[in-house]
């Protein structure tokens, strides 16, 4: 555990925010809460909303054009998921106004612990659920960034930041950063542990490096490549400790990467939600969809065996209220994080993203990134997430479900449905 704490020190000191980090803007925030309040295990299990909506945390109110604007697309995903029963929800939305000023705007509704659940809560603002392949946008910045601070780009090949006993063949010795950001490294459905990935390293031959296969391996890969460069003292040279464990090598990179998100991207904009370790007493459980009209299926549930996700941190571990990440993805794309070039080489390549969509209107671009987290042994009972970026709209939004439910098509609706000031 030395190790650990010793590498951690390294992280917080040194990737100390720039000045610039500092230079925070003012912050407007209007939190829309329709949802029932927390209450004794007493309550009705399907308890609904005491209030349709009201207001906290107000700081330098939003312009009232983009108020009205942002607060309909909230309505809109309220009306949505009502209908649809939606056990829980939020929405976090950040658009940078014309003054430069930050307008942020959430709401949520239904419940984040039910009433045959250990301390109900209901799903609020401030709820915290796992963001699944979410995290992997956080992932992309990082490794972003310390290849930048070193010096390096996304084409240079990978195998020389592997430890000495890491083997090769022809084909994977051609695979860049840039490969591992893409989903273009060939790693495709490989177990997600260093123990696999190694031994996919040493032994595949016929590799579609360049063709693109979803891999989360490949960013549990980007992880342990960000600790080395980050930390290369805090590693064997030459062996990898396979362990996920604390004494792992892979536990080690995701608690590196954690703390890297925190000092230099969270809390110097005194964003505290994100975190690689569920919290059993505050954080969401996972319900089958409709849970808040079948009282048979409102029993929650969580991958018990998975309560710390830190060797998984960087391709779907981080657990964040939708509020807090929007926050995140504003920062990133107005380039209070990285120079213009990082930020355009992420919106160009849609590094940590899905990819570039539109809307059905065909009109507004955004990018997507979409996650969920199926519980073990039930893939009834999910977490989804998904992060929508539409820079031409200077626009950011979260939405998170702590069920099955449907998200982009939501948001779609939601957005076109807007009111826009004449």
């Given amino acids: 555990m030395k190790n650990i704490d010793r590498a951690a020190a390294f992280v917080s000191k040194s990737f100390q925010p720039a000045g610039s980090y500092l230079s925070l803007l003012a912050v407007s925030t209007l939190a829309l809460v329709a949802c029932a309040a927390p209450g004794s295990t007493d309550e009705p299990v399907l308890a609904e909303s005491t209030s349709s909506a009201s207001q906290e945390l107000v700081i330098d109110p939003c312009q009232p054009a983009v108020r009205t604007e942002l607060e309909s697309i909230v309505e809109n995903v309220r009306q949505t998921y009502a209908a649809a029963k939606t056990t829980g929800w939020s929405i976090g939305l950040v658009r940078r106004q014309s003054n430069n000023l930050r307008c942020v705007i959430s709401g949520s509704d239904g419940f984040a612990r039910s009433a045959q659940d250990p301390q109900y809560r209901a799903y609020t603002t401030s709820t915290r659920q796992n963001i699944a392949s979410v995290s992997k946008v956080f992932m992309a910045a990082s490794i972003l ?110 608690l590196l990467f954690e703390e890297h998100i925190r000092q230099n991207y969270l809390l110097p904009f005194n964003i505290k939600s994100p975190t690689a370790v569920f919290n059993d007493t505050t954080d969401a459980y996972a319900y089958p969809q409709g849970s808040r009209s079948n009282p048979i299926f409102a029993q929650g549930a969580y991958r018990s065996d998975r309560i710390d996700h830190r060797p998984w941190a960087g391709t779907g571990g981080i657990s964040a209220s939708a509020r807090d990440v929007a926050q995140f993805l504003d920062r990133l794309h107005n380039d209070e994080l990285f120079e213009e070039k990082v930020v355009t080489s992420i919106e160009t390549n849609a590094f940590g993203y899905d990819g570039w969509a539109k809307m059905p209107n065909a009109r507004d671009a955004y990018l997507k990134k979409g996650g969920n987290l199926p519980m073990l042994n039930d893939s009834t009972r999910q977490f989804k997430a998904m992060a929508f970026a539409l820079p031409s709209k200077q626009t950011y939004a979260v939405l998170t479900v702590n069920d099955t439910s449907d998200l982009e098509p939501t948001f779609q609706a939601a957005w076109e449905a807007r009111t826009l000031s004449p």
């Fill in 145 to 254: 960034d310390i290849l930048k601070q070193k010096g390096m780009g996304v084409d240079t090949p990978i195998w020389g930041w592997l430890p000495s006993d890491w083997d090769f063949t022809n084909a994977t010795l051609t695979i860049t950063f840039r490969h591992l950001l893409s989903h273009t490294s060939g790693l495709g459905k490989t177990p997600d542990d260093l123990a696999s990935i190694k031994s996919w390293f040493a032994n595949a031959t016929d590799v579609n490096v360049g063709n693109a296969s979803y891999s989360n391996a490949g960013y549990v890969l980007l992880q342990y490549l960000f600790a080395r460069l980050a930390a290369p003292g805090s590693f064997s040279a030459t062996q990898t400790r396979f362990g996920v464990g604390p004494l792992g090598d892979q536990y080690l990179s995701g």
